[in-house]
């Protein structure tokens, strides 16, 4: 019993160095998109599942595209953001916005008319500004 009581307390030691999650040797940050545009369906029907293209802007070959964060505001309403990773451990990154598309899946559940707000980034006074679309929703 006293020697699977030390394993035990080795294996959790172990675990416990091992899985920390504040490195500080991290290469990256992560940081949010400007979206530009959005190609959505003029309406939705219920039930029914889109894909939803997206452009937004790199702004430096230190940028990488990581995926979107789909928010749920309330019912319908949606925040959109798109999501980068910046490398911070390469020192000559060519200063240059490139537009990229990219897209993710929707379904729709339920038949109130859905917003979506695509975030576009910050304004003068540090604010989030969205660029908002409003998609009806057909009830067969």
Same mark, same amino acid.
């Given at each position: 019993?006293? +020697? ?12 416990? @160095? ?8 991290? @290469? ?13 369906? &003029? ?22 595209? &990581? ?32 537009? +990229? ?22 304004? @003068? ?12 929703? @057909?009830?067969?």
């Amino acid at each position: 019993m006293k +020697q699977k009581l030390i394993l035990l307390a080795v294996f959790i030691a172990f675990i416990s @160095n091992g899985c920390s999650i504040e490195d500080d040797s991290a @290469n990256f940050h992560f940081t949010s998109l400007e979206i530009v545009g959005a190609e959505l369906p &003029e309406s939705f029907d219920y039930n029914q599942t889109y894909e939803i293209s997206v452009n937004f802007i790199k702004p430096n070959s230190c940028t990488n595209y &990581e995926g979107f964060d789909v928010v749920k505001d309330s019912l319908t309403v949606r925040n959109v953001v798109a999501i980068g990773t910046v490398r911070t451990d390469i020192d000559d990154c060519t200063e240059e916005s490139i537009e +990229q598309t990219a897209s993710f899946i929707f379904k729709v559940i339920y038949t109130d008319p859905y917003t979506f707000k695509f975030y576009t980034g910050d304004n @003068n006074e540090g604010e989030a500004e969205y660029l908002e679309v409003v998609v009806p929703v @057909n009830k067969r």
